[in-house]
């Protein structure tokens, strides 16, 4: 008597596209896609927002902080150095194509905003949280470069205006996690954080 064929699915060109669609969801699955959940998004966030404090106006906070306690007087010819390049630098990119980076910014900040809040993507709404206050950050550090380049700051005058500085972006990074957390927290709810 014969054996009864075993009951073996058949593969064929569709089994191949299945494998691969399983693995891609498998990947997806260890690797949280959504980016309010996702840790790595967080992290981003805070290292974006303590390397904006930390380099002010382009100079290492502890390069400034050693400079104002009056320590080598070398140390402060060079923090004033690194202004000054820092400065020029910014002028000068405001002045040869300042227009044209704002119309692009805004032409970015504008598309960000329609995906992320008008057709609800959550990436383009996680960008949007880091690149509106990033780009305001960098508005402020223009608008300080012309008050420095203005005053020809040196000394103590120009301590006061980096600390100004780096106090406004503290400002601005603090209020910027937090609205992000809040609105990042409210999607977890809404959605689920495993939807």
Do not use: C
């Not at 008008?118 to 990033?134: C, H, K, L, R, T």
């Amino acid at each position: 008597m014969l054996d009864p064929p075993t009951s073996r699915p058949l593969e064929g060109p569709g089994q191949a596209e299945d494998d691969e669609l399983d693995f891609y969801a498998r990947v997806f699955e260890v690797i949280d896609m959504r980016s309010f959940s996702n840790l790595w998004y967080w992290i981003g966030l805070a290292v974006f927002w303590s390397s904006l404090s930390y380099y002010v106006l382009g100079v290492p906070w502890d390069m400034i902080q050693r400079a104002r306690r009056g320590g080598e007087e070398r140390m402060a010819a060079d923090v004033q150095d690194l202004v000054r390049v820092n400065v020029n630098r910014l002028l000068m990119i405001g002045r040869v194509s300042g227009l044209l980076a704002l119309w692009f910014a805004a032409f970015a900040m504008t598309l960000l905003a329609i995906l992320a809040f008008w057709y609800g993507v959550e990436f383009a709404q996680a960008v949007f949280f880091i690149a509106a206050p990033g780009a305001a950050v960098g508005v402020l550090a223009v608008n300080r470069a012309h008050r420095i380049a203005n005053e020809q700051a040196v000394g103590e005058v120009l301590y006061r205006h980096l600390l100004h500085h780096r106090r406004t972006v503290q400002a601005i990074g603090m209020a910027s996690i937090f609205v992000t957390a809040m609105f990042g927290m409210y999607q977890n709810l809404a959605i689920g954080a495993w939807g």
